[in-house]
């Protein structure tokens, strides 16, 4: 088979698969925007005759929407800016010092992150319990969401940290600059890049996290959307429409964030390997 056969091939698989991957993405749209008899219809139709685009609005007001959003943004902007504060100097000894003890430390932090939030959900529930961070329940979401998250961000980050040339900074310290100096005037500026896409991808993911906040928050004025959304389900739940509304409302940003930021998420993601 020749490598045009062979690519064309690959194009036509990859094509498929993105097909069947997305499809139930397309087909939580088109459901939003269907009636209750067309849900049901048989077949099912690709396109409704008669799309319900008032739909949105009203979930966003019925459901007040806006405040689950809002507080969604808060913990994901707070689990990700803990994360970069104590991930990147993390990272950064991890990537430079390397030794037996280091290799363990990274083995044990790759570890933490196999663990599920559900087997962690009681310990930590218990934990900030005990030491009345209850009392704040979404800073102490944006702390369990940091503590499960923080193992993936340092991993990469580490990764970005060492494609920069150790050289760079050995030059610095020769110039007159202190290992911090060369650490924040050097490595960081060509870091940027990685640390900013694995933010991005801790910022997804904790936009969308469930677990902690549904055990944790009690208070519906601080519930995120995800728990929001959770509040649709019930033994006699028939709303299909408006949870698939309300789904998309809450998906598109994210989805927008990932399509615009694409190319830089794959360079941040393999920049490491340049090594």
Request: charged content about 10%; proline content about 5%.
């Amino acid at each position: 088979m020749s490598n045009t056969m062979h690519n064309r091939l690959m194009l036509i698989i990859a094509l498929i698969l993105a097909a069947v991957y997305l499809f139930p993405l397309y087909w939580m749209y088109i459901t939003a925007l269907k009636t209750g008899s067309a849900m049901f219809a048989t077949p099912p139709q690709f396109w409704p005759s008669d799309p319900q685009w008032q739909i949105y609005g009203d979930v966003w007001r019925s459901r007040n929407m806006g405040r689950y959003m809002v507080n969604s943004l808060v913990i994901a902007f707070g689990a990700v800016s803990l994360i970069c504060v104590l991930g990147v100097g993390c990272a950064y000894v991890l990537a430079r010092y390397r030794n037996v003890w280091v290799d363990i430390g990274l083995f044990l932090i790759l570890m933490l992150q196999v663990l599920p939030a559900s087997l962690m959900i009681t310990p930590i529930f218990v934990g900030f319990s005990q030491i009345g961070l209850l009392a704040s329940p979404r800073f102490a979401v944006i702390l369990a969401i940091a503590a499960k998250s923080m193992p993936f961000f340092v991993v990469l980050v580490r990764a970005t940290f060492m494609s920069v040339p150790q050289e760079l900074e050995e030059a610095a310290l020769v110039d007159g600059n202190s290992r911090i100096g060369a650490f924040w005037h050097i490595v960081l500026p060509l870091a940027r890049n990685g640390i900013l896409v694995s933010a991005i991808l801790i910022f997804m993911q904790a936009f969308g996290e469930f677990v902690y906040s549904k055990s944790i928050i009690q208070a519906v004025e601080l519930q995120p959307a995800s728990v929001g959304l959770n509040s649709f389900m019930g033994p006699n739940t028939n709303e299909w429409n408006n949870i698939m509304a309300y789904a998309t409302m809450y998906v598109t940003p994210i989805l927008a964030i990932f399509v615009l930021l694409q190319r830089r998420i794959v360079s941040g993601l393999t920049s490491g390997a340049l090594k």
